[in-house]
């Protein structure tokens, strides 16, 4: 009787097995096989298994999905926010001027992209996406008044990253931390960057005379959180609190200018009077 119930178990099992051997490319459905688009993206992400340090080819291992461009189009407008407030916080303190700041963002940029490609969407897909750490910001005066180079901050954080994604480390931290810390830091500089950002849209609007666009601006982005949420679409938040936003402002009268002009960064380092290219 007993041989009997393990072969029974064997043979339940061994269709679980098979199933787990097959490779994203031969379990992949479809769309149109799937009632709902939330059960088909439910389905992409239960049979992708990327590899660790080996190559993930697209439609092989994994596929593009149109959602996917809403988390990239968030992750780059964070980007650019965080990579200017530190590079605003080190021109400041060294009294340089906005050019600074504006080829800072753009080098980040064109640096933070060929890691994603390579580390994020090649060879480690299930690591962080490259960011900038908010909290570094309050330490950058002290590191300006030490004599500490921009550069040589940027590169040492940049190699102590690197060095955590290698080794798990930050996994390894976030386990250490109790949950009690992670959530009072995340409420704690969630309200201080909530707090930061309303003083400056209400200091914008003052500037220009129509103090009224703030308050409005607010308000209607409080009330698309809480559709986006009732629809369990907050996913759609970043992207369309920013179209929100800037349609407001704009259709109440707020002017509106490009300052900068799209390009790339200058790739030539100036030394002695000459400009020397990079690349050289």
Known sequence: MSSTLEAVHAGTEKPQANQDELTYEQQHKPSSEFSSREQYLEHELQIMAPKRWRPNLPFKDYRFELEDTIPAMAATIGKVVMVGAIAATFAGALGLNEG??????????????????????????????????????????????????????????????????????????????????????????????????????????????MSHIAFVVIFCTIILYALLEHFRKRWLAVPLSCLLGGTLAFALGAPFSFQTEPGLPNMNLCIGGEKIPVGC
């Open 100 to 209: 600074f700041v504006l080829e800072n963002v753009r080098y980040e940029l064109l640096i933070a992209s060929v890691f994603i490609i390579l580390f994020s969407g090649f060879l480690l897909p299930t690591a962080n996406l490259a960011g900038t750490h908010g909290p570094l910001i309050p330490l950058i005066p002290i590191v300006v008044a030490a004599g500490g180079h921009p550069m040589a901050f940027g590169l040492l954080i940049g190699a102590f990253g690197l060095l955590l994604a290698i080794s798990k480390g930050g996994s390894m931290l976030a386990n250490l931390t109790s949950k009690g810390v992670c959530g009072g830091l995340l409420l704690y500089l969630g309200f201080v960057g909530t707090a930061s950002q309303v003083k400056k849209l209400f200091a914008w609007a003052e500037g220009i005379g």
